[in-house]
């Protein structure tokens, strides 16, 4: 059974960082999946915010991510990362690390999600 964890939330002021953690506890294969990050504020749709490659080679984002965000990934320690950089009060939501089995982004959907961490930026 997969098993997405995900932890490095917080409260920050605007301008300031954050790296979120997301580990894939049970053991299996990890560089069989891409990984991905994904947000949902109060009120909003989740949306997409950066995927990685199942080899790390290639990296995606969100327009309203890039240039402050990175993602990236730890094979060794089936874990993936999501820097966050220059943070502002609108990125404030609840963090979702997912998992999709055998497909680089992207992906019409998710094949597992994590329960998420909440990133909240004070102005």
């Known amino acids: 059974q ?3 964890v995900e932890s490095g939330g917080g409260l920050v ?3 300031g960082s ?3 953690s997301c580990a894939e506890a049970s053991g299996r ?3 069989r999946y891409a990984m991905g990050w994904f947000r949902q504020a109060p009120g909003k749709e989740r949306e997409f915010v950066a995927a990685i490659s199942r080899n790390g080679g290639s990296t995606y984002y969100a327009d309203s991510v890039k240039g402050r965000f990175t993602i990236s990934r730890g094979n ?3 874990t993936v990362y999501l820097q966050m950089n220059t943070l502002k009060p609108e990125d404030t939501a609840l963090y979702f690390c997912a998992l999709k089995y055998g497909a680089d982004w992207p992906w019409a959907d998710a094949d597992n999600w994590g329960q998420g961490t909440q990133v909240t930026v004070s102005s």
């Open 2 to 4: 997969v098993q997405l």
């Open 13 to 15: 002021q605007a301008g």
């Open 18 to 20: 954050l790296r979120l």
């Open 29 to 31: 294969t990890f560089m």
């Open 76 to 78: 060794a320690k089936n």
